[in-house]
């Protein structure tokens, strides 16, 4: 399987959420300092809702772009045994939208949008929400569930411009998948198809296949989804055998050579 990953958006992602974390904890800090001053107690309040607002987001997307292995390394490790005619496109920018994950593939294109957060999902329909863990829904670090379909729903109409812009004509679907182990599913009737990370594999193998879209044809989808960016290179299988150390050879022992002299002086003198 072939991999694009616009790394360049991952580097601004970790960025902006590292100065979104640092200026929510600077706007809570402050209140401390506007709160020994009646005059300006409600700008207090108004920089201590601000500061938690801006410090969650920031915490968030740390949690999200900071993480090993991010929601990209899972798919791909997922995907990796598939064949070459099959692309993996992570963060590609579409116009004004960027797609975080989606597979070309031999029938179009699927728009993958990937969940990493545990605990029981629900859907049904367009609704989603998450039960378990408390508090941990309102102060957690990590990745929020959001609306998947709804974001499915924008990649899938970003992707379709994008082509429709270079004049090539494929079906565009779009799947939910959810990546961490501690995740349970209880879905009825998505919009999408929502499956555990596991069962990805198996998802792609049964998408159909469209004929009429030839190998180069292919290509031109590849090339306009992956908005530039470089194609990576697959990684060298490691070997397993240890290493075998070269032998020295052996060094000649000194104390041979006045032997050998000797020897020969006594044919001399015979």
């Known amino acids: 399987m072939r991999i694009i990953r616009n790394t360049e958006y991952i580097k601004n992602r970790r960025r902006r959420a590292r100065l979104a974390a640092g200026l929510g904890f600077l706007l809570l800090m402050s209140v401390w300092a506007i709160w020994f001053y009646p005059t300006f107690i409600v700008f207090a309040y108004g920089f201590l809702i601000l500061g938690y607002l801006v410090f969650s987001y920031g915490m ?28 993996l496109i992570h963060y590609a920018t579409l116009g004004k939208h960027t797609v975080e994950h989606m597979l070309v593939h031999p029938g179009g294109v699927v728009a993958l949008t990937a969940r990493a957060i545990p605990g029981t999902i629900k859907g049904r329909g367009s609704r989603w929400r998450r039960t378990g863990f408390g508090l941990t829904r309102l102060f957690g670090s990590g ?26 004509e494929v079906d565009v679907g779009g799947a939910i998948v959810f990546v961490n182990p501690q995740v349970n599913l209880d879905v009825e ?13 198996n998802f ?3 998408l159909p296949e469209d004929a009429s879209i030839k190998p180069a044809e292919r ?52």
């Open 189 to 201: 009737e998505t919009d999408y198809p929502a499956l555990l990370v596991s069962a990805l594999p």
């Open 143 to 168: 990745p929020q569930l959001g609306n998947p379909s709804f974001e499915t729903q924008q990649s899938i109409a970003a992707i379709e411009q994008a082509l429709r812009q270079a004049q090539l």
């Open 60 to 87: 968030a997307q740390m949690g999200k772009w900071n993480r090993t292995p991010r929601a990209d390394n899972i798919l791909d490790e997922r995907l990796k045994p598939l064949p070459d005619k099959f692309t």
């Open 204 to 206: 792609v193998r049964l």
């Open 219 to 270: 290509q031109q989808v590849v090339e306009v989804l992956s908005g530039g960016a470089a194609e990576e290179a697959p990684e060298r299988p490691r070997s397993t055998r240890r290493p075998v150390r070269a032998r020295r050879p052996a060094k000649a022992d000194k104390t041979e050579k006045p032997e050998k002299a000797e020897k020969a002086v006594k044919k001399k003198v015979a």
